[in-house]
Nanobody, 127 residues
Framework: VQLQASGGGLVQTGGSLRLSCAAS????????MGWFRQAPGKERELVAA????????YYTDSVKGRFTISRDNVKNTMYLQMNTLKPEDTAVYYC?????????????????????WGQGTQVTVSS
């Protein structure tokens, strides 16, 4: 599967952005999907993930109540709606596909079982 992320940009504190990740090449609904982010000098972290049919979602604590992950298996696209953005949300955001949720939830820099990564999209939140 190939992934193409878009939607990043510059926004003020408290603002909103919606990221999109378009997939091609394989059956999209077979993959759990996730959004990771990496800030300068920090490790890449999982922000949110969603199962193949969209029935279950995961959020890291720092974004709960502010971010919403969703997917459209007809359009082969995943989204991340980000509201009430904070300066600490500033990072490069990457979309990712995994054969199962565990592939995404268990990601570390030393154990990468992610099937595919999209290119990053920069999100900058100004204070």
């Amino acid at each position: 599967v190939q992934l193409q992320a878009s939607g990043g940009g510059l926004v003020q504190t408290g603002g909103s952005l919606r990221l999109s990740c378009a997939a091609s090449g394989r059956t999209f609904s077979n993959y759990a999907m996730g959004w990771f982010r990496q800030a300068p000098g920090k490790e890449r972290e999982l922000v949110a993930a969603i199962t193949g049919r969209g029935h279950s979602q995961y959020y890291t604590d720092s974004v709960k109540g502010r971010f919403t992950i969703s997917r459209d298996n007809v359009k082969n696209t995943m989204y991340l709606q980000m509201n009430t953005l904070k300066p600490e949300d500033t990072a490069v955001y990457y979309c990712a596909a995994g054969s199962q949720m565990h592939s995404l939830l268990g990601y570390t820099a030393h154990e990468d079982n992610v099937d595919a990564w999209g290119q990053g999209t920069q999100v900058t939140v100004s204070s």
